[in-house]
């Protein structure tokens, strides 16, 4: 690689061809300074391995039947997102909600929205699950056929 001080123009942005090879890719962003600002590394992923959950809230309303976002994803046994991941995960619900929708954001898909089984995209998919008329909690499990499976748990309050 090109020594970092000379590669600043009269540009913002300076693109250098890197051929692929697996492992790790850093990359600095430099201030007209040659400091850097930020830096991101992003690691080449292995096989897939586990699910994770992500939600985008820990609690919900029972009286206004409100919804959460669960986002699924493949990754390989170091946490690494697999990005060509495209395994069927099977959701369900137990406690006091239900699978409103399940997506994967692939536009080719014929997959139902309806159906609780729905395959993985770029590695994640995502569950819709809306809270029913009680207090509680409701659990969400995500699993496939050799993955080990995840769950999350959402207050309802």
């Not at 123009?9 to 850097?36: F, I």
């Not at 619900?93 to 089984?117: L, M, Q």
């Amino acid at each position: 690689m090109k020594d970092p001080s000379k590669l600043y123009t009269k540009y913002r942005l300076v693109w250098e061809e890197v051929p692929y090879e697996p492992g790790e890719l850093k990359v600095v962003a430099l201030d007209a300074n040659n400091k850097p600002l930020k830096e991101e590394i992003i690691r080449t992923a292995g096989k897939p391995a586990r699910i994770i959950l992500k939600t985008d809230r820990e609690k919900v309303s029972y009286a206004e039947n409100e919804l959460a976002f669960v986002t699924v994803i493949v990754v390989d046994d170091k946490g690494v997102v697999c990005p060509g991941a495209s395994n069927k995960i099977t959701l369900s619900v137990t406690g006091a909600g239900k699978i409103r929708a399940a997506d994967n954001g692939d536009a080719t898909s014929v997959e139902s929205f309806a159906d609780p089984v729905r395959s993985a995209f770029n590695g994640k998919c995502m569950a819709i699950i809306q809270s029913t008329a009680s207090k509680g909690e409701m659990k969400v499990v995500a699993q496939s056929p050799g993955l080990i499976k995840a769950e999350a748990t959402i207050q309802i309050k």
